[in-house]
């Protein structure tokens, strides 16, 4: 059964940082390209960020391109969403993905 579980969300001041991460069970990791995305209250889901299965290769949406990092430790089978520089635009609940599989997200918040 394929489990994909987010944890590290939570309430930061702007300009703080989070580190997320994303466990995966169920499947073969390491054969996966890892996504992340967030949608925020009364908005569409959208993509943040996504890694190839090997972790060479990685892009990231404009809106988080400079302050976020995406990786994965495949011996760990978990991936991770570095966030620096949060701001308050960058509330959602996140979540990550994998083929057509979700996690139920983590909520973070980013308010003074």
């Known amino acids: 059964q394929v489990q994909l579980v987010e944890s590290g969300g939570g309430l930061v001041q702007p300009g703080g940082s989070l580190r997320l991460s994303c466990a995966a069970s169920?499947?073969?990791?390491?054969?996966?390209?890892m996504n992340w995305y967030r949608q925020a209250p009364g908005m569409e889901r959208e993509w943040v960020a996504a890694?190839?299965?090997?972790?060479?290769?990685?892009n990231y949406a404009d809106s988080v391109k400079g302050r976020f990092t995406i990786s994965r430790d495949n011996a760990a089978n978990t991936a991770y969403l570095q966030m620096n520089s949060l701001k308050p635009e960058d509330t959602a609940k996140y979540y990550c993905k994998a083929d057509q599989y979700w996690g139920k997200g983590t909520l973070v918040t980013v308010s003074s």
């Open positions: 169920g499947f073969t990791f390491s054969r996966y390209a």
């Open positions: 890694i190839s299965s090997t972790g060479g290769s990685t």
